[in-house]
């Protein structure tokens, strides 16, 4: 049972470089969802995703990019890499939304260092 | 807009403490509440939720009521080990929130023997 699979785990990246976070679920999950662990700052919401196709702006969407072309894989884009980007990313899904929302499955988390 | 807050830490307790988190939320529609938990090095995993109010949530000898008259969903458990040293947060997602789940700044438990 993989859940919420994420790669890679930890990254090191210099000014202006840019990479791709994979993220990818097996339980059939139509909502995924991308966010960033800051030191003290709790989890801010980057992009989300409701179902194939369909992607929606988070908190802090700038200097990253979404795609979502299956219901299982979401990876996020980060383009011009910039130290303020170095953060703990955190893929997750749920099977749920609106009125009662799921439970949300968590990735291990990427540990991305920009210098 | 919505949001959550809670309480500041670091805790830090000796075993068998009895312990209390704090969590107000703003929310402008009636919102699920959760709490969930990061062990050092992890993702974050549902410890509880509560979908409306006056609902208690509970798992693992913790405990969270949705008390929509105050706003609040504080964490308790009567106590604590060493093993439920973690980070805690506190979320609300529902209709209002638009799918999205809205998360509080976490709150560092260090359970000491």
């Known amino acids: 049972n993989a859940g919420v699979t994420q790669t890679p785990k930890f990254r090191i990246l210099k000014i202006g470089q840019s990479m791709t976070l994979q993220c990818a679920q097996d339980?059939?999950?139509?909502?995924m969802y991308w966010y960033r662990q800051d030191p003290g700052m709790g989890l801010k919401l980057i992009y989300y995703?409701?179902?194939?196709?369909?992607?929606d702006k988070g908190e802090v969407p700038n200097g990253y990019n979404v795609s979502r072309s299956t219901t299982e894989d979401f990876p996020l884009r980060l383009e011009l890499a910039a130290p303020s980007q170095t953060s703990v990313y955190f893929c997750?899904?749920?099977?749920?939304?609106?009125?009662?929302?799921?439970?949300?499955?968590f990735g291990e988390g990427s540990r991305l260092t920009v210098l | 807009g919505d949001s959550v807050t809670q309480m500041e830490g670091p805790v830090t307790l000796s075993e068998e403490a009895f312990l209390t988190i704090n969590c107000t939320y703003t929310?402008?529609?009636?919102?699920?509440l959760f709490w969930y938990v990061q062990y050092p090095g992890e993702g974050l995993q549902l410890l509880l939720k509560?979908?409306?109010?006056?609902d208690k949530g509970s798992n693992k000898g913790f405990e969270a009521t949705y008390r929509k008259e105050t706003t609040s969903f504080h964490l308790e458990k009567g106590s604590v080990q060493v093993s439920d040293s973690a980070v805690y947060f506190c979320?609300?997602?529902?209709?209002?929130?638009?799918?999205?789940?809205?998360f509080g700044t976490g709150t560092s438990l260090t359970v000491i023997p």
């Open positions: 979320a609300l997602s529902g209709l209002s929130t638009g799918n999205q789940f809205y």
């Open positions: 995703s409701v179902g194939a196709g369909i992607t």
């Open positions: 509560a979908t409306k109010a006056d």
């Open positions: 929310a402008t529609g009636y919102p699920s």
């Open positions: 997750a899904s749920t099977p749920a939304g609106g009125l009662f929302p799921g439970e949300l499955f």
């Open positions: 339980m059939n999950h139509n909502y």
